[in-house]
């Protein structure tokens, strides 16, 4: 699996858009990218996952550029029930495959 | 969606005694499963996979004698923490995955386990 690199911590207020990068500068032709949120003392939930471009779903927006060494969780208005830790993921992340979760971006939500 | 349950939520031991930690597919068969551990403000580290009828495999650093995994079925599979040392203190997690590859894994809500 690619080795990915995140913010350690994030801040933001309720209402504002929030954007974590994730670097993975040595991703495969066949890595997706998938993102999982944790809450503290709970195990991670799936947010998203994209091969390229963009991907959106009812919670969070993929964007990911054309040489994917990168890509961009968006959460649109977060809330304080958006704090949370979460992590990126790069590899062939098939359901019956290991993941190997790396350090996560710790995102604070103030009032 | 699926649903993992994770048994017990927390559990305190003495020191030397086993643990058994139960991690149950509720509405999907769960040909693989996973067991991970979380020391506090860190990430997770997976320790081994787990395949319905087959022996778990271990990730490099886990003492396969010490954390006894068991799929014995395609909705169950257990950790035992055998002869716990206050240094097993941790969050025990696992995740589950249907017969699809194109799915998601499924995670439970953990299990905090205290060793004194």
């Known amino acids: 699996l690619a080795k990915t690199t995140q913010p350690i911590s994030m801040d933001s207020y309720e209402g504002q858009e929030v954007n974590i990068t994730c670097s993975h500068n040595n991703i495969a032709t066949n890595d997706y990218i998938t993102w999982y949120q944790q809450f503290p003392s709970q195990g991670p939930r799936f947010i998203i996952q994209?091969?390229?471009t963009k991907v959106t779903n009812e919670v969070a927006s993929l964007f990911i550029p054309a040489d994917r060494k990168s890509s961009t969780l968006s959460l649109p208005r977060v809330s304080l029930s958006d704090t949370a830790v979460y992590y990126c993921l790069v590899g062939e992340v098939w359901a019956t495959d290991k993941l190997i979760f790396g350090t996560g971006t710790r995102l604070q939500v103030f009032p | 969606g699926a649903v993992v349950s994770q048994h017990p939520s927390r559990v305190i031991c003495k020191s030397g005694t086993s643990v058994k930690i139960e991690c149950r597919s509720l509405d999907f068969q769960a040909t693989t499963m996973f067991w991970y551990r979380q020391f506090p403000k860190q990430s997770l580290m997976l320790m081994a996979t787990?395949?319905?009828?087959?022996?778990?495999?271990?990730e490099q650093g886990v003492e396969k004698d010490k954390f006894l995994i068991n799929h014995a079925s395609l909705t169950l599979s257990t950790l035992t923490v055998t002869s716990a040392h206050p240094e097993d203190s941790s969050f025990y997690i696992c995740?589950?995955?249907?017969?699809?590859?194109?799915?998601?894994?499924?995670f439970g809500p953990g299990t905090r386990l205290t060793v004194l």
């Open positions: 994209g091969y390229k």
């Open positions: 787990s395949n319905e009828g087959s022996k778990a495999t271990y």
């Open positions: 995740s589950a995955a249907q017969g699809s590859r194109t799915d998601t894994q499924y």
